[in-house]
């Protein structure tokens, strides 16, 4: 089976660049904002889109994304409305990969396989759920593999050597690289620990590594991507939706122009890393 | 054909993964598994060991100041005319509950894997109290997390706390209550992986901790079984217990799930009452979902958003429950009911000016259920209830609610 995520990857390779994947919040801060900021992605220079689900208990996320999730779930997004935000990108977009990003949960309620259904349906590539190590594969793993998504697992600065080929044994699209022990959006480690890190995942797995947690602006994510197949953005594109969000609640800017403006510095900084570090 | 089965034992789970039935398991971010991989083998090692049993059963005893008597309570026995009505009285242990039972073969398992730093979360403060007096008694930093609604009403605790020398940090992330404190504690160990051990005070969380925990309060319920049967000569006919996360109810019930007969009952927080929002019982009113790395029952909307529960009693206050429970009250072997709110003062009350026992407001909902079953028992009838924990903690917040100015 070949995703859109393996399709970009290969023509990646080919233009000897790495990814640029965007995180945001489905339905933050309501449906229509919302989905105007993914529409506003792919040309901004964003090639993978992670589409957050809103989860009331976020325990890997730090306050921004906390605050978008609560913000997304006050403007009454539900995983079906977040379903139905990809199937309406769809319609203008076929190309750019949409990765579904949450917590287990709201998956379990709504029920595995008419997720998995829904979600294939509504052009979702793949899926990153935080709380379901390998150790909980039955759940949603395989089922996802057999229904045609990629499930894209999380290494960590904990996953050692023994542990990674467990960790890398149903994985596919990507590996999703945890620059930190910690939460999203803390402080960016040392980059030169993070390419040993990238180094020692591809001694155990042909996939592309991808790198997260903690890259906010252009100048990091060149450093990051010297090394890694891709770099993630999360809080800092959260965090400019949150940016022009009044304290009534009214936008005070255009959220989806905020957030062009960040990824369309955050591609330039990813294209020119290869450059940077040749 | 489609007869329930009921399984040879009801004390063999969980499985090794974790699993009681459905329930339980390690639905846990990537940075924690290899955390909790390690714990589970250390547990596996130290529930073995002669030495770590010994040195628990030495503080126990000394510093806790167990056995906790159980008690024969005559004047609401006659006051109720049926059942003889005994309470195991974890209210009397060091700290005043039965949360030191399960801090104490914790903190040891934290020295044997050499962790430097305790962390834990609280939603009474009994937990937090209990946590921060083990790790003045070790000589561990501790942080508590604690909502900032629960620290506001639930000052003594706090500043108990802070004597101990703990740092309780407030949490203002949802509604400020337990599950957010929970939350939070669990970003401080996904940050602090190498040095921190993650204290969780209920029988809930992901594998090991429900298992251990019970192991470590089941100490209620092999005492009280020794006891009964020196007081009485034979087991008795229904325990009753309260159930929050659940962990002095397991204490109490495991030791007794074998035995046919025995009628065994959770209560649960009912609040103001199921039809609203206001209560928190997860087993009545919930369904099952993942949080905080177990499947259990969850206090839930239709799209998988965890609800914020509500109690009289901060210690219920938690929209789910240890596995081990979601799987007794599938299987059948234990009756979950609920107590609302004003049935638990009016227990609280009555137990007070009737036998001279402060309870806390958690106990006091198993001992409003005993009020409703003991008269319809025969006299020859035993009913043992855990009072898990003593009442001076809620005098401010009783107060309030008699109209008293404290």
Redesign the interface.
């Known amino acids: 089976m070949t995703t859109r995520i393996d399709t970009l990857f290969e023509k990646l390779a080919g233009e000897k660049r790495p990814a640029l994947v965007t995180y945001f919040m489905g339905g933050d801060p309501d449906y229509d904002t919302s989905l105007s900021i993914m529409k506003a992605l792919p040309g901004a220079g964003s090639d993978i889109i992670e589409l957050g689900m809103p989860f009331s208990d976020p325990m890997a996320d730090g306050p921004a994304i906390q605050a978008a999730g609560q913000r997304a779930l006050k403007g009454g997004q539900t995983l079906a409305k977040t379903l139905k935000m990809a199937r309406e990108f769809r319609t203008g977009n076929n190309e750019t990969p949409i990765v579904m990003m949450g917590y287990y949960n709201p998956i379990y309620i709504y029920g595995v396989e008419r997720f998995l259904g829904d979600a294939k349906s509504a052009g979702i590539d793949g899926l990153i759920v935080v709380d379901l190590p390998p150790e909980m594969d039955e759940e949603l793993c395989i089922p996802a593999l057999k229904a045609g998504l990629n499930f894209i697992r999380l290494a960590t600065p904990t996953t050692d050597d023994k542990r990674l080929p467990k960790v890398l044994s149903n994985t596919s699209g990507f590996v999703y690289y945890v620059s930190m022990t910690g939460i999203t959006g803390s402080a960016l480690p040392d980059t030169s620990r993070v390419a040993d890190a990238v180094k020692r995942i591809k001694g155990h797995t042909g996939l592309p590594v991808c790198v997260g947690f903690g890259v906010k602006t252009a100048h990091q994510a060149q450093a990051i991507g010297a090394s890694a197949d891709g770099v993630v953005v999360g809080t800092a594109i959260v965090n400019a939706v949150a940016n022009v969000i009044g304290p009534d609640g009214k936008m005070t800017a255009d959220p989806a122009e905020a957030v062009a403006t960040l990824v369309r510095g955050l591609a330039e900084g990813t294209r020119s890393a290869r450059l940077a570090s040749a | 054909m489609n007869q329930p089965v009921t399984p040879n034992s009801f004390r063999a789970g969980p499985d090794p993964?974790g699993m009681f039935g459905i329930f339980g398991?390690?639905?846990?971010?990537?940075?924690?598994?290899?955390?909790i991989l390690d714990l589970e083998e250390e547990w596996e090692k130290a529930k073995t060991d002669p030495v770590f049993a010994a040195e628990l059963e030495n503080l126990n005893t000394h510093y806790t100041g167990r056995p906790s008597p159980l008690y024969f309570a005559e004047r609401l026995t006659e006051h109720l005319g049926g059942a003889r009505i005994y309470f195991k009285r974890d209210e009397l242990n060091h700290t005043g509950s039965h949360k030191i039972n399960n801090c104490l073969g914790q903190i040891l398992l934290a020295k044997r894997m050499g962790k430097t730093r305790i962390i834990a979360e609280t939603g009474a403060g009994q937990h937090g109290v209990a946590t921060a007096t083990v790790a003045a008694r070790f000589g561990y930093p501790c942080v508590v997390y604690m909502g900032a609604t629960d620290i506001e009403r639930q000052a003594p605790n706090v500043f108990r706390m802070k004597l101990l020398g703990a740092e309780v940090r407030p949490v203002t992330?949802?509604h400020g209550t337990l599950?957010?404190a929970m939350?939070e504690a669990?970003?401080d160990w996904?940050?602090?992986?190498e040095d921190t051990y993650y204290l969780i005070g209920t029988a809930a969380g992901p594998h090991p901790y429900p298992e251990m925990v019970r192991e470590f309060q089941s100490v209620i319920g092999r005492e009280a079984r020794e006891q009964i049967i020196a007081a009485e000569g034979r087991t008795p006919d229904m325990l009753v217990a309260a159930v929050g996360g659940g962990s002095n109810a397991i204490g109490l019930f495991h030791p007794f799930l074998d035995d046919e007969g025995i009628e065994i009952v959770g209560v649960e927080a009912g609040g103001k009452g199921l039809d609203g929002e206001e209560h928190c019982a997860s087993l009545t009113a919930g369904r099952p979902?993942?949080?905080?790395?177990n499947?259990t029952y969850?206090l839930?909307d239709?799209?998988?958003?965890?609800k914020d529960g509500h109690s009289i009693s901060a210690g219920l206050d938690y929209p789910g429950i240890g596995p081990e429970h979601s799987w007794l009250k599938e299987s059948g072997r234990v009756e979950y009911v609920p107590i609302m709110d004003h049935e638990a003062l009016e227990a609280f009350q009555l137990l007070t000016r009737i036998e001279g026992i402060i309870p806390a407001l958690e106990p006091s909902h198993a001992l409003a259920e005993v009020i409703k079953r003991a008269p319809k028992m025969g006299k020859d009838n035993i009913i043992i209830m855990n009072l898990c924990g003593r009442g001076d903690k809620d005098v401010f917040t009783v107060g309030k609610l008699l109209g008293y100015e404290l």
């Open positions: 993964e398991g390690r639905f846990v971010a990537e940075t924690l598994m290899p955390l992330a949802g599950k957010d939350n669990l970003r996904v940050t602090n992986v979902g993942v949080l905080h790395g499947r969850l839930q239709g799209d998988g958003q965890i």
